[in-house]
């Protein structure tokens, strides 16, 4: 690969994906204004009642059914807030930023009409988007502001040095008693291992315990760190390791019923609110250790 | 240094004050108790009132009052807490070994009649036994159960592995679009560095578009990702770094009152609650940024 390429790899992560799909709706909508037909946008509906588990590949998924919201006296404002937050989304991809979801809050507040008056409306309408053009946010250039999780063991993470776009090799048997901290967006990245397998733990203490005594050195495995529920980035991190590497992944939670229905439920199948992204997030090779 | 006092070094990470500390109190008290006196413990007084500013070191401290609990008929739970749980400091520190705060109070179930009801109990005790013995409860081998801060720039740790006790350099330049994790303890931790500054930052997404365009790299800084209120660990670390290599420190928050009064002033001047140790925890270097 030249390096031209790889800039160009490190600085796409999905997102040429993502903005092929905003142009291709936004000129639909043009199209539907220019002929004078009523723009239309269509939305996965995203209830719970629209949810269904396939068993087959262990996730909680979209049942299929549809929302449309034509632009009328009621829907203008959902419906310029969607186009807008599109419009940034655009931008952002173009000039390799990112943006938290806090960010795109604040951002709305210059967007006239169109502004959110509080955080959760335009974390649904993110939510909406998400689901229409069937890509993660996170290729989007949304981040969610929060910790993607520890990492330590016996793995090298290849990513870029962002400024370069040469390969960086991250060796996670080298962190002494600190660790690796997995970014917003791990889509690029690519793993060298000789692991036997994954442990997701709980706790971010007990994690510090099993680095103290280096045991994924005597258990030959990868130590992550969830902190609670694993954020988005700690799972896709978790799952597209254990998809190239064909790893098994075992939860060690406290043993209380919140470890299993809230940490190891949402690690494994995936969330019945985020049902339209499960098929990336969950791990459905996840094994429960107690 | 040999490899022998290397391991040894990093075995102690203070805690041979700690251990000594603790021998030193449990041999006054068996002495109390052969020769018919009554057993007591010196606490200094850890509220507000026994607070004072000190403008020399731009810190709060503890005033000096010292608090006397003498072994008697409604003490009798209390002291026997504080001495099974300097007990079990000693354990942790002669066999290598943490546990975070919750461990601890789960272990004290074990205590029969001087078992914690809720973890704040154990809390208080462990804060009372911090304070005592003049220690960080860190070097007494109690771990908060909290992510320690993200760190990418131009910054070399110096850290050792835990089972070899050899050096090893963690090169915070070469993490692509993640981040180094700061460790529940950093007594041990040296640093290498030209960078001109710290810059810590209130929010993971804010450093993680600083990380993503590499700004360090430009301004010739290290970046520091404290997660809103910084945790012991963040705050240790950075003041470690700001000593030992002369660092200015500046604080980058959202700009709302929240980061100023909160995240800014507990990293600055420390934590009124915790006065007994912000000796150790705040960073007077610290400048307001916005």
């Not at 709706?25 to 009523?38: L, N, P, S, V, Y």
């Not at 969607?82 to 000039?95: P, V």
């Not at 600190?178 to 203490?205: D, S």
Request: hydrophobic content about 35%.
């Amino acid at each position: 690969m030249t390096r031209r390429q790889k800039r160009r790899l490190h600085r796409d992560n999905g997102g040429r994906e993502a903005l092929a799909n905003i142009v291709r709706t936004a000129e639909r909508i043009k199209g539907d204004i220019d002929t004078e037909r009523k723009p239309r946008l269509a939305f996965p509906i995203r209830s719970l009642s629209n949810v269904v588990y396939d068993e087959d590949k262990g996730i909680f998924r979209l049942a299929g059914g549809e929302a449309i919201r034509d632009l009328s006296y009621t829907t203008v404002k959902t419906f310029a807030q969607s186009l807008r937050m599109m419009a940034l989304s655009k931008m952002l991809i173009e000039t390799d930023d990112i943006a938290t979801k806090r960010d795109v809050y604040y951002q709305s507040k210059n967007w006239d009409e169109a502004r959110f008056n509080e955080q959760p409306e335009s974390d649904t309408i993110m939510d909406d988007i998400e689901a229409m053009l069937s890509v993660i946010r996170e290729q989007l250039g949304f981040i969610p502001d929060e910790h993607g999780g520890g990492v330590a063991g016996e793995l090298v993470v290849i990513d870029q040095d962002p400024a370069t776009g040469e390969d960086i090799q991250i060796d996670c048997t080298k962190f002494g008693s600190g660790a690796y901290t997995v970014p917003p967006n791990v889509e690029h990245l690519r793993f060298k291992t000789r692991a036997k397998f994954v442990l997701a733990i709980e706790t971010t203490g007990m994690f510090q315990r099993l680095v103290k005594h280096a045991f994924w050195k005597t258990a030959d495995c990868i130590l992550v760190a969830m902190g609670g529920v694993p954020s988005r980035a700690c799972r896709r991190f978790i799952r597209k390791l254990a998809d190239d590497h064909r790893l098994a992944v075992y939860v060690f939670t406290d043993g209380d019923p919140y470890g299993y229905t809230n940490i190891y439920r949402t690690l494994k199948v995936g969330s019945g609110n985020a049902a339209h992204l499960n098929e990336f997030f969950c791990v459905p090779q996840a094994k429960y250790l107690g």
